[in-house]
């Protein structure tokens, strides 16, 4: 055991493990960041655990929500280095990944990028899956999924989900540049002569997008949907602005049932909720009750709009046709996300499919994982 202070080589290298384990989990930890703590851990000179954690997290965050990934981070990488009561930094082994060191935590599954994946057992003990099991995972179709699979890639899942979310606020936060700002320019500069070499920029807030998604739970959906529910749940915790509907022959809205504290009581309200759960289908008459409850909620600014459904239509494909062409006129982006688009040599020649096709800005699978993180570039 050593003092953060006695071997400075050691200590950055780990500062710099430190620095790329949170950016593979959703934090700003570039280059610049990086050595911007390395020059915050010597300037400190920092002695124990508490006080090098406060330097990094000054350095590393810049919101609240970058405070609270920052947290749990800190505690996985450093949990395994160093007892809580000791104020001291343990010596690892050089060819210990930092990605391996953490307690058990099967909840966060903080455990992965080079090292491997950690998932929850019913013992609270940790199974250890390799990362080209991870990535199988990743791929499978959710309809052919084993039972046993399931558990594992639903931990994998929200992990990614969370920090894709993360990300995605992060790039609504920062937005674009305004105008040049010449007073702050000047005093800014004033010390290098007069010199314009550092402009500086008048913050333009970016207006935040509302996210208005509709789940399809019909019967054809059933492979699908308790995943998708899920997959819903995690944008919703990190997007400001969020209203999400069920489907099926009928719409249901379920925005204040997923602003619980935990998936489980949210999956346990959805239980009691008449939503008609692998029912009959049918899209064109949901939507038509959702342009005549809750059209007012779109704005064509920034409004962007997500369909998940199979498009299997039970009604008339005239009104599908005509509610998404209402929808269109009043949302940014039209998004329909398809899971049978995952499968080879499909073709969404289907009546339902058939008739939305012209009015969608985006059609896109949602069969697996892989494809469900893909969304995050249409965001």
Avoid at 90 to 118: I, Q
Avoid at 220 to 240: D, I, T
Avoid at 296 to 307: N, W
Wanted: proline share 4%.
């Amino acid at each position: 055991m050593i003092t953060l202070m006695a071997q400075p080589s050691e200590v950055a290298r780990t500062i710099v493990e430190f620095c790329r384990f949170t950016r593979e989990r959703g934090l700003s930890s570039g280059v610049q960041e990086t050595l911007g703590a390395l020059e915050g851990a010597a300037a400190l000179r920092v002695e124990n655990e508490e006080e090098l954690k406060f330097g990094l997290r000054s350095i590393l965050c810049s919101s609240k929500d970058d405070w609270d990934l920052f947290e749990e981070c800190f505690q996985a990488f450093w949990r395994g280095s160093a007892p809580e009561s000791s104020p001291t930094v343990t010596n690892r082994s050089r060819n210990e990944s930092p990605s391996r060191v953490g307690g058990p935590n099967p909840t966060s599954l903080m455990s992965t990028g080079s090292g491997d994946d950690v998932s929850s057992e019913k013992d609270g003990s940790l199974a250890v899956t390799g990362a080209s099991a991870r990535e199988r995972l990743t791929k499978a179709d959710f309809s052919t999924l084993p039972q046993h699979d399931m558990a594992t890639l639903e931990q994998i899942s929200l992990r990614l989900f969370k920090q894709m979310s993360r990300r995605l606020a992060r790039m609504r936060r920062s937005g674009p540049r305004g105008q040049v700002d010449l007073r702050k320019t000047i005093r800014r500069n004033i010390s290098r002569g007069g010199e314009l070499m550092s402009l500086r920029y008048r913050e333009q807030k970016p207006r935040p997008h509302r996210l208005v998604t509709l789940l399809d739970i019909s019967g054809s959906m059933s492979p699908y949907s308790l995943f998708l529910v899920k997959f819903l749940y995690a944008l919703q915790k990190h997007f400001r602005h969020v209203d999400t509907f069920l489907f099926s022959t009928s719409l249901v809205e379920i925005t204040n049932v997923f602003r619980t504290q935990r998936l489980q009581d949210a999956l346990q309200a959805l239980s009691q909720q008449p939503a008609g759960w692998s029912g009959g289908t049918s899209i064109g008459g949901s939507l038509r009750e959702f342009n005549r409850l809750h059209r007012g909620i779109l704005r064509s600014s920034d409004t962007l709009f997500v369909i998940l459904s199979d498009g299997w239509d039970t009604g008339d494909p005239g009104i599908l046709a005509a509610e998404l062409r209402a929808v269109k006129r009043r949302v940014r982006k039209l998004i329909w996300l398809n899971p049978l688009l995952g499968l080879k040599d499909f073709q969404p020649i289907t009546q339902g499919m058939t008739a939305a096709l012209p009015h969608i800005d985006v059609f896109a699978p949602a069969h697996n994982l892989e494809s469900l993180l893909a969304l995050e570039k249409h965001l």
